[in-house]
């Protein structure tokens, strides 16, 4: 079974501009979540989408979106990008709502200039 | 009261000696511990996972331990070896929520050979 398929794996973008990242879950996985990853302040969570719906949201700005299609893959758009926006972006998929297990995605390195 | 606090921060173990990682939470309402695994490059790899229920879950090498009173569980790892190298994370959820995970920082484990 294949798994979290993250695109692209690296993006340079300069500053004041957006971002599209895209995350195809594992075949039957309904749910799928997005994380930011730095090394100042580690792992945290974004936002959360279930058949489609956002059910659950981090504490992060508006400028930080995200969507999730019926054949649940899911996008997630940062505009206005800042510096401190660069980070490795994962996606993790689950079966939904009551399933423990989050499975990630080889994440997305991005680099804003 | 979300937060996750991970120790240590970076840990060096011989072959064949035991790894010791702990964690500790505030909140008494998260019910669902998991432990990722992440090598450089990597997305975090789900290692075993444990409900408040129990005090102990062991699934080869790894153990985890729980102490639902002292809010405290940690990761064991047996027999350490050279390919366990990695960053390791701590994780807690709700599990109607348990798409939104809170992580600890990290702890960067290297195993001499």
């Known amino acids: 079974k294949a798994g979290v398929t993250q695109t692209p794996r690296y993006l340079i973008k300069t500053r004041g501009q957006q971002v599209t990242l895209s995350c195809s879950p594992i075949?039957?996985?309904?749910?799928v979540s997005w994380y930011q990853q730095t090394p100042g302040q580690g792992l945290q969570f974004l936002f959360e989408?279930?058949?489609?719906?956002q059910r659950n949201k981090g504490n992060f700005p508006g400028r930080f979106s995200g969507r999730q299609f019926s054949n649940s893959r899911s996008e997630m758009n940062v505009s206005t990008l800042e510096l401190g926006d660069s980070a490795l972006y994962l996606c993790?998929?689950?079966w939904g709502p009551g399933s423990d297990e989050q499975y990630f995605g080889p994440g997305t390195r991005l680099t804003v200039t | 009261q979300q937060q996750v606090k991970q120790s240590p921060q970076s840990l060096i173990v011989q072959k064949g000696g035991i790894s010791i990682i702990n964690c500790a939470y505030e909140?008494?309402?998260?019910?669902?511990f998991p432990w990722y695994q992440q090598f450089p490059g990597k997305g975090p790899a789900l290692l075993i996972a444990?409900?408040?229920?129990?005090s102990e879950k062991k699934e080869g090498r790894f153990t985890i331990s729980f102490n639902k009173s002292a809010k405290q569980f940690s990761l064991h790892i047996m027999d350490s070896q050279p390919g366990d190298s990695a960053t390791y994370f701590c994780?807690?959820?709700?599990?109607?929520?348990?798409?939104?995970?809170?992580f600890g920082q990290g702890t960067r484990l290297t195993i001499n050979p």
């Open positions: 993790a998929s689950s």
């Open positions: 909140n008494t309402a998260f019910d669902y």
């Open positions: 444990i409900r408040p229920d129990v």
């Open positions: 994780a807690a959820s709700f599990i109607q929520g348990a798409q939104k995970l809170v």
């Open positions: 075949s039957g996985h309904r749910s």
């Open positions: 989408y279930f058949s489609e719906t």
